[in-house]
C-alpha cells in the first residue's frame, strides 16, 4: 500500500472509510478528491522540473510521487539544481523516499505489535503531528490555513454526527466554506486596508 497508494492521506481515509463500514462507492469517491488536491502541487511543481526535451511519459510518472515531503523539500531546493538535472534531483529523492519508506513500514508493521499500548500509540501520533507540521508549514496561502483549521474542528464533530461520511462531508463543506470565507470576508478587508501589501492570487 506504500508503493501504490503514496499519499498518506489517502491511505487514511480509505482504511477509516473501510473500517467504518462505509460502502466501495463512498470509499473511492473520498480517496478521489482527496488525491485531487494532489493537482495543484503537481502543476506547480512540473513546471520548475521539465525542460523543452522533457518526455512527457517521464513527467506522469513521477507525478506518482508528489506528496508533501518530496513536494516542500523540492520546492525549496529546485531552483538550486540546474534545470536540466531537475528530473533526475526530484526523481532521485523522491523514488528512494518511497522505498525506504516501503522497506520501514514492512519492517515496523511486525515490531510495533510487540510495543506496550502506551508506546505503540504515541509512535501512532506522529503520523498526524507531521502531517499537520508538514501542512501549516509549506501553506503559502490564507484559505489552506483556514481549510486546515476548518477540517481540525469539523472533522471531530462530523465524526460523532455522520461517521459513514465524515471525512466526505468534512471534505467538500469544510473546504468550500473556507474558501468562501477567505474569497469574500478576508481577501476583501485586506484589499481594502491602506497598508495591506499585494497579495498573490491563487491559480
Not at 508528489?66 to 534531483?89: E, G, K, N
Not at 522497506?103 to 505489535?113: D, F, K, M, R
Not at 507531521?130 to 481549510?147: E, N
Amino acid at each position: 500500500m506504500t508503493l501504490s497508494v503514496w499519499a498518506l492521506p489517502a491511505k487514511m481515509i480509505l482504511i477509516g472509510t473501510m473500517a467504518s463500514g462505509a460502502p466501495v462507492a463512498a470509499s473511492f469517491l473520498a480517496v478521489t478528491l482527496s488525491s485531487i488536491r494532489m493537482m495543484p502541487m503537481v502543476a506547480s511543481i512540473m513546471p520548475e522540473m521539465r525542460n523543452e526535451r522533457s518526455p512527457t511519459w517521464l513527467l506522469l510518472f513521477l507525478s506518482h510521487f508528489v506528496a508533501i515531503t518530496s513536494w516542500v523539500f523540492a520546492m525549496q531546493h529546485m531552483q538550486a539544481v540546474p534545470r536540466d538535472r531537475r528530473l533526475a534531483y526530484f526523481g532521485g529523492f523522491a523514488i528512494t523516499l518511497t522505498l525506504l519508506n516501503g522497506v520501514i513500514v514492512g519492517v515496523c508493521y511486525g515490531i510495533v505489535a510487540q510495543f506496550p499500548p502506551i508506546v505503540a500509540g504515541a509512535l501512532f501520533m506522529l503520523t498526524p503531528i507531521y502531517f499537520f507540521a508538514s501542512i501549516w508549514a509549506s501553506a503559502r496561502h490564507s484559505v489552506v490555513k483556514l481549510a486546515f483549521i476548518v477540517g481540525v474542528i469539523g472533522g471531530p464533530l462530523m465524526a460523532t454526527i455522520e461517521p459513514r461520511f465524515d471525512i466526505l462531508y468534512v471534505g467538500i463543506g469544510g473546504g468550500t466554506a473556507a474558501y468562501l470565507i477567505d474569497r469574500y470576508f478576508i481577501r476583501n478587508r485586506t484589499s481594502k486596508s491602506p497598508k495591506a501589501e499585494p497579495r498573490e492570487e491563487l491559480p
